[in-house]
């Protein structure tokens, strides 16, 4: 027994030691290189760790959207420690957290929080994730149009500590409420004190937000104007929170993370790779696995029907895999041109002619780029023996490079549509993912190249 106890104590004392490291290590650090030091310890020493760390420091590692396990590991410390951190927290990245907890754990800590706290979090959650409304914060600094210059810096000293960031300062009417201006905390520095602070910020309407706008939205918005924040208002223009560029910039990583595993085949994960579940991750790749390989049957079938025509010119079935590939290919690059074309706006829905008339002839010169490497790839084996095409091997390098450019031209034209179709339909247009559109090219091609062959092959190899 007692041979037990000393064990279980030293391992205690080797555990506290290295939580003692960390603690160290973490305070010593810069905030993001924190995270990524804490992220790599599992689960259990990640909330020995923040049941340690001082106050204030957990707030502002929590506060950073990287830290992977972070609804875990506040569910995990007792009650008194994760209401200090969540009522220490901004407001949209509590929110962030709750949204990922289960209910049992999400009424839990709600009744920690503090009335204003808990005021925000409503706001918040009653917004959708990927809107201005989910995106913004509730702390800003809002003061009367009636105040001078003075008597708004002097505010801004007593609760800066208790706002996100102080990018500007939104000017609202003292009766309605209603926004009037924007002042940058750069304009009102260099003010007359003693001015009105309607007067400094007067000479320019404020650029606003709805909070249901899509994120994506307010993401050129902040791209286009260059703005480190825009308000979010209600139909009858009261403020109710601010959009920052941090919160876009997080937004937008998660954005493109999910167009990126949408583009590759598969539903997005929100989850870091070594927090994925094996069933999540078959049930988020196989679907799409499926659905591809119930589509590549056609082409078997395609083939199938070319059948008699593969048995004549079995040297038509060695150009399969190249002919299959370039149509593929084609029609994934116009498909990644024109989802970040649309993405950012540079194309409408309307344009779709344009680019239709744009990638026929685009297509038809890098068909006819591919059929002539392919033709001199031909003669090449043809006259050094490398391989014999048989006497007809004019005719089978005529059949490729001609195919290879209707396959081209109809993977451009194809891949380029597919977006345009997709979000005419209200479906993301990063859904045209690159299997998908070399799925459907790759069908297509067999007939296109089969069906060449027959037009310049029939009478002599058929």
């Known amino acids: 027994m007692n041979n037990n106890t000393g064990t279980n104590n030293a391992a205690s004392d080797t555990t506290n030691l290295a939580i003692s490291s960390l603690l160290e290590q973490v305070t010593q650090l810069h905030t993001g290189d924190a995270v990524e030091l804490i992220n790599e310890l599992d689960l259990d020493d990640q909330v020995a760790l923040f049941r340690s760390v001082a106050a204030d420091q957990a707030v502002l590692l929590f506060d950073q959207p990287e830290l992977h396990y972070a609804n875990q590991i506040i569910d995990s410390l007792d009650d008194a420690r994760a209401g200090a951190i969540l009522n220490g927290m901004s407001a949209d990245r509590a929110t962030d957290i709750f949204r990922e907890l289960d209910w049992p754990s999400r009424n839990r800590l709600f009744s920690l929080l503090a009335p204003d706290t808990k005021a925000a979090l409503k706001k918040l959650m009653g917004y959708p994730a990927d809107t201005a409304g989910g995106l913004m914060t509730t702390e800003f600094i809002a003061v009367p149009s009636t105040w001078t210059v003075e008597q708004t810096l002097a505010h801004i000293r007593r609760v800066e500590r208790s706002r996100e960031t102080v990018y500007a300062i939104y000017v609202e009417d003292p009766v309605s409420r209603v ?32 909070p249901l706008m899509d994120q994506e939205e307010v993401s050129r918005l902040f791209r286009k104007h260059d703005l480190l924040a825009i308000p979010v208002i209600d139909e009858h223009h009261h403020l109710l929170g601010i959009v ?11 954005e493109t993370s999910e167009d990126a595993y949408k583009y590759g085949g598969m539903e997005a994960f929100t989850k870091p790779y070594m927090q994925i579940g094996f069933f999540e991750m078959l049930r988020k790749r196989g679907g799409w696995l499926c659905i591809l390989f119930l589509s590549e049957m056609l082409t078997a079938s395609a083939m199938q029907h070319f059948e008699v025509e593969l048995e004549k010119a079995i040297v038509l079935a060695l150009f399969i895999p190249l002919i299959m590939s370039s149509g ?71 059949t490729i490079g001609v195919a290879l450019i209707g396959i081209v031209m109809f993977g451009s034209l194809s891949g380029s549509m597919l977006p345009f179709i997709l979000q005419r339909i209200g479906l993301d247009p990063a859904s045209a993912s690159a299997p998908f559109v070399a799925t459907l090219v790759d069908v297509m091609g067999l007939v296109i190249y089969f069906s060449v062959a027959v037009l310049f092959l029939t009478g002599t190899l058929l």
Not at 244 to 254: C, G, K, Q, Y
């Open 179 to 210: 926004l009037k201006y924007v002042v940058s905390l750069r304009r009102l520095i260099i003010a007359d004190p003693k001015a009105s602070i309607a007067e400094v910020g007067r000479d320019q309407t404020p650029l606003t937000v709805p």
């Open 244 to 254: 920052t560029v941090d919160d876009v910039l997080d937004a937008m990583i998660e």
């Open 328 to 398: 593929g290919n084609s029609g994934s690059q116009a498909t990644s041109l024109l989802i970040r074309a649309l993405a950012l706006r540079d194309l409408k829905l309307g344009d779709w002619w344009r680019v239709a008339l744009r990638e026929l002839p685009t297509g038809f010169a890098l068909g006819a780029m591919l059929g002539l490497i392919g033709f001199i790839r031909i003669a090449i084996w043809q006259k050094t023996g490398l391989y014999d095409y048989g006497e007809h091997w004019i005719l089978i390098g005529i």
